[in-house]
């Protein structure tokens, strides 16, 4: 009986293997298989991301794969496996949690191919670094807490003793810590006698919805500040906390946000009216995406070594700058 099922095992097995040799020879014989993993594709930055990524893909003749997995870790490592299955010769993924960054950086190493994280950096089970796509998380932080100490001043708010800042964390994801605290850092340098009593740590999940629920909250637990400042990991984050402040009855002008990334900067500034979000780093994800696929084809055509990081850099979009940039960013 064992006997019997190990041969029905064994020949699923051969079949298996002969229709993945099959699909394998049907290929074109110079095309390329890369694969694309990101954690949340409904997202306007990752659906411009891998957006870009597809379209420099066909630049190059690249068959690009491409799986959103809705932060979902097993799916991240099953996704994986099946790219791998499938004969990819690189991925660039964009990990649900970093922790899966020994995990994803064994598994390249073991079936040969090349991997690039985008947006979130991961580490080898020995500390190093795999070949990264992004932004430097600390600096773009360091740049909004600049520009909200900026605003802070010329709004003469440093002779208030009711201002507070809700530093809106999604206190799971490294990055956006790292962000949070590039942020706070550049503000209270810029900004010496501001009281640190006053900062507020806001927990949420990444999504809008999320930081509108918990900024509302903390609205109602603060009634005493009548001035806040907000920043986050993302637009999303801010934008959540100032539509908070709007439903609670603040006026614009007593709200101090900028966000990352310029998701949604449209949101923001399309319908021309006062608004607390006073601007966003905006990075261009497409480049991002497409830059990935760019470095990866190097390192498989032609054997370029896969450089340890590659900086995207950010613009500051404010209402004023907005109309600059509309068409790029309300496309959608």
Same mark, same amino acid.
């Given at each position: 009986m064992k006997n019997s099922l190990h041969q029905r095992l064994a020949g699923a097995l051969s079949l298996a293997g002969l229709a993945l040799a099959v699909a394998a020879g049907s290929a074109?014989?110079?095309?390329?298989?890369?694969?694309? /993993?990101?954690?949340?594709? *409904?997202?306007?930055?990752?659906?411009? *991301? =891998?957006?870009?990524?597809?379209?420099?893909?066909?630049?190059?003749?690249?068959? @690009?794969?491409?799986? &959103?997995?809705?932060?979902?870790? &097993? @799916?991240? %490592?099953?996704?994986? +496996?099946t790219m791998v299955g499938d004969g990819v010769k690189a991925i660039a993924i964009v990990?649900? +949690? $970093?922790? %899966? #960054?020994? =995990? =994803?950086?064994?598994? !390249?190493?073991?079936?040969?191919?090349k991997l690039i994280a985008v947006d979130d950096d991961i580490y080898t089970s020995d500390k190093k670094m795999v070949p990264y796509v992004g932004m430097n998380a *600390?600096?773009?932080?360091?740049?909004?807490?600049?520009? *909200? !100490?900026?605003?802070?001043?010329?709004?003469g708010w440093d002779k208030y003793k009711d201002v507070m800042i809700g530093s809106i964390e999604d206190q799971k994801a490294d990055t956006c810590m790292r962000r949070? $605290?590039?942020?706070?850092? !550049?503000f209270l340098e810029a900004t010496p006698n501001f009281d640190k009593k006053n900062i507020v740590r806001i927990p949420y999940d990444n999504h809008m919805e999320s930081a509108i629920t918990a900024v509302t909250t903390t609205l109602t637990a603060h009634p005493e500040a009548k001035h806040w400042i907000f920043y986050s990991c993302n637009d999303d984050g801010v934008l959540g906390a100032v539509r908070a402040t709007e439903n609670q009855g603040y006026s614009p002008d007593d709200v101090i946000g900028v #966000?990352? &990334?310029?998701? $949604?900067?449209? &949101?923001?500034?399309?319908?021309?009216?006062?608004?607390?979000? $006073?601007?966003?780093?905006?990075? +261009?994800?497409?480049?991002? #995406?497409?830059?990935? /696929? +760019?470095? %990866?084809?190097?390192? =498989?055509?032609?054997?370029?070594?896969?450089?340890?990081t590659t900086y995207v850099s950010a613009d500051f979009i404010s209402a004023a700058s907005f109309p600059t940039y509309k068409d790029k960013l309300c496309h959608k």
């Open positions: 074109k014989a110079d095309e390329i298989k890369m694969g694309y /993993i990101n954690k949340m594709g *409904e997202h306007p930055w990752f659906v411009s *991301e =891998v957006g870009g990524a597809k379209s420099e893909a066909a630049k190059l003749g690249v068959a @690009l794969m491409s799986q &959103d997995v809705q932060f979902n870790a &097993d @799916l991240a %490592l099953t996704t994986f +496996d990990v649900p +949690d $970093r922790a %899966l #960054g020994p =995990v =994803v950086a064994e598994k !390249a190493q073991k079936a040969g191919i *600390e600096n773009i932080g360091r740049q909004v807490g600049a520009e *909200e !100490a900026k605003i802070y001043k010329a709004q949070n $605290r590039g942020a706070e850092a !550049a #966000g990352i &990334d310029g998701s $949604r900067a449209c &949101d923001a500034f399309g319908a021309g009216k006062p608004t607390g979000f $006073r601007g966003t780093m905006y990075i +261009d994800s497409a480049k991002e #995406g497409a830059e990935a /696929i +760019d470095l %990866l084809y190097a390192s =498989v055509k032609e054997n370029k070594p896969l450089p340890t």
